[in-house]
């Protein structure tokens, strides 16, 4: 009889153990289900996310190819108002001697460096000027660049004390402006 009931006890333990590896099964089946369920309705909201940023994307690129010809108008502008290179170095010195008598401000030092831009039909010219007159000259002569019909960009501008001059109201500037010229094609 101990034979009998041992192996009864263990037919009963080793069904235990099949029932609850079945229990375990089915609840990681269960908790998969109900996380699949929600998972549809997050999959649809970053799906549309995805979509109205393409949406965005296209809207934005169907802009830029209807702008395209007003941009490339406008670059055309811009190119045929640049300096020719034969011709430039002697627009930009004269401009900026009459920028400055116009100023009242003296030009010290011009000196002006080329280099050319592989592919552009463009020269840019890198020019370094010192200019020396009291503050309100050198702001006028200053917002006069800026305004001027020619291309710059101002890069750095060095100011310091005249220190020749008695009156502690003259300053000179160190001016590095760069321009570009169209070069024959």
């Known amino acids: 009889m101990d034979r009998s009931f041992s192996f009864k006890r263990q037919t009963i333990l080793v069904g235990l153990g099949v029932l609850l590896l ?3 099964a089915l609840a990681g089946f269960s908790w998969h289900s109900s996380s699949a369920l929600r998972t549809p309705m997050a999959l649809l909201e970053a799906e549309s ?32 108002s640049l300096l020719r290179a034969n011709t430039g170095n002697s627009a930009i010195t004269a401009e900026l001697d009459e920028l400055a008598k ?8 011009l000196a002006l460096r080329h280099k050319e831009i592989a592919g552009r039909n463009l020269t840019q010219v890198d ?11 050198i702001v ?8 001027s019909k020619n291309f710059y960009i101002v890069e750095s501008l060095n100011l310091q004390a005249e220190a ?16 570009y010229f169209r070069t024959a094609a």
């Open 164 to 179: 020749q001059n008695i009156s502690a109201s003259a300053l000179r500037i160190g001016l590095h402006v760069k321009t």
């Open 49 to 80: 996310q995805k979509l109205g940023l393409f949406n965005s994307d296209i809207e934005r690129a169907e802009k830029i190819r209807h702008d395209l010809p007003a941009t490339i108008a406008d670059c055309n502008r811009f190119d045929a």
């Open 140 to 147: 006028k002569f200053m917002n006069s660049v800026q305004r």
């Open 102 to 109: 116009k100023s009242g401000v003296q030009v010290v030092s």
């Open 22 to 24: 079945a229990d375990l």
């Open 127 to 137: 020019v370094d000027t010192v200019v020396s007159g009291n503050y309100s000259n």
